[in-house]
């Protein structure tokens, strides 16, 4: 496969940008190679600048439910240009984004847009902590809640003691204040409110993980969550920014049934703009400025660009509905085709995850730090010589798109018992 125009383009961006890349889990570190640069996509497609072709599984990471470039969406977009790409005041369709946000996920009776899902997810703690008057928060380990200090933590060295930073630069003021639990253990999290009784402003979960591979929420423990946050008058966050508008309309409160009282949205919601949401119910969002005392804001926040790419991708899933029904076939189909070679499969809907760990199953965190990287490196590598786009990282998601058709998931499912086959 020729690639030198994406390694002289590597070369360059590294010494202008740090890895080359912006943002890390581009640079294919955990892969063994460098990165394609794309030219273009369309449909289930990446076209990169060497001319190669990959049936793109990644998605950009979740917002390419439709594929890519819609014609739809991009005729939506190419109008709000052309009207103005930033306006700075309210506009129309910020109230139509936020209707059809309420209209799928009816938990969210007001919602505000910002521009990622960091941002959602730092403003949504923000008005649990002003909301509640309380300080700490649990979160849970190998979930992913975007890059603010107070979410970049990992566990401490003994269950009960707080996090530690997860990165260079977070102060350790900003971990402390941040508890870290065992996904799909509720005697971690018992353990920890218990121990921080009345301290804890909210729990902040992915209902169904997604950035530690996919790891859905054993039967019941979503429940727990609601269960015992309301029993300490905490809230209840849901980190949506994968899952929402990818397992339904209605996201993880529709497909599992638990409701949260905060919710952050990306990806999706956005139509592949740097949009991003986060709303719930009214009292807890009267709380955000002006309305209330919790400060928020932001320069490009309901960008009326980004919105019309959201407007038109909502609008398209709302108008048919069996979107779902057939990507959640395929991503079926595939997780059978992983099975057979011998992997663990992990799916919630159109999300899956074929796990290079010797037997059993994973359900949080440790399990999924068992896996063989090399065999996943390994693997990759040997997809994209098929033309094949899998997440570069065995810590990520395979995103299956409405573009997917049943002839491609054929071929991927024979290219990976091909690989596994030994051909
Ligand atoms: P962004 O700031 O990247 O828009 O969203 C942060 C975020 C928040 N919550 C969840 C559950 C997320 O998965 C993310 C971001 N997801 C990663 C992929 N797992 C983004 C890819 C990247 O970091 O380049």
């Known amino acids: 496969m020729k690639c030198d125009k994406s390694e002289q383009l590597f070369q360059k961006a590294r010494r202008l940008i740090p890895g080359g890349v912006n943002s890390p889990v581009r640079a294919f570190g955990a892969v063994g190679r460098h990165p394609f640069f794309v030219e273009r996509a369309q449909g289930p497609w990446l076209y990169d600048v060497d001319g190669s072709r990959y049936l793109d599984y990644v998605c950009s990471w979740g917002p390419g439910i439709l594929g890519h470039a819609h014609p739809q969406v991009v005729d939506a977009v190419q109008r709000a240009c052309a009207g103005g790409l930033t306006f700075g005041a309210p506009t129309a369709g910020e109230v139509e984004l936020a209707e059809l946000i309420g209209a799928c996920v009816p938990d969210v009776e007001m919602v505000r847009l910002v521009s990622s899902g960091t941002e959602a997810v730092m403003s949504a703690v923000r008005v649990a902590r002003g909301y509640t008057g309380r300080e700490k928060i649990v979160k849970f380990a190998g979930n992913y809640h975007g890059h603010s200090d107070g979410l970049l933590v990992k566990a401490g060295s003994g269950l009960m003691t707080q996090s530690v930073p997860d990165s260079a630069g977070v102060p350790p003021g900003y971990a402390a204040s941040t508890l870290t639990a065992v996904y799909n253990d509720e005697a971690s999290v018992r353990a920890l409110m218990e121990e921080n009784h009345g301290q804890v402003a909210a729990v902040v979960v992915e209902p169904v993980a997604a950035n530690m591979g996919v790891v859905p929420p054993k039967k019941g423990f979503l429940e727990f969550l609601r269960r015992i946050t309301k029993e300490k008058s905490s809230l209840l966050i849901f980190d949506e920014v994968i899952t929402g508008f990818r397992l339904g309309l209605g996201g993880a409160s529709e497909y599992t049934g638990v409701h949260a009282d905060l919710y952050t949205f990306g990806k999706i919601v956005g139509g592949g703009m740097p949009l991003a949401a986060y709303g719930g119910r009214r009292d807890i969002m009267s709380s955000v400025a002006p309305l209330g005392a919790v400060y928020q804001a932001g320069t490009l926040s309901g960008n009326p660009v980004a919105v019309a790419a959201g407007i038109a991708t909502l609008k398209i899933l709302m108008d048919d509905p069996d979107i779902y029904e057939r990507i959640d076939r395929r991503a079926r189909t595939l997780a059978a085709a992983y099975r057979s070679a011998g992997l663990t499969?992990?799916?919630?809907?159109?999300?899956?995850?074929?796990?290079?760990?010797?037997?059993?199953?994973?359900?949080?965190?440790?399990d999924a730090c068992r896996c063989d990287r090399e065999a996943f490196a390994d693997y990759f590598r040997h997809m994209l010589e098929r033309g094949i786009y899998v997440a570069p990282s065995q810590f990520e998601a395979m995103f299956v798109s409405d573009a997917h058709s049943d002839e491609l998931i054929g071929e991927t499912s024979r290219a990976v018992a091909a690989h596994f086959g030994g051909i």
Not at 345 to 366: H, I, K, M, T
């Open 345 to 366: 499969v992990n799916r919630a809907g159109s999300l899956l995850s074929a796990f290079f760990v010797p037997g059993g199953q994973v359900e949080n965190y440790e």
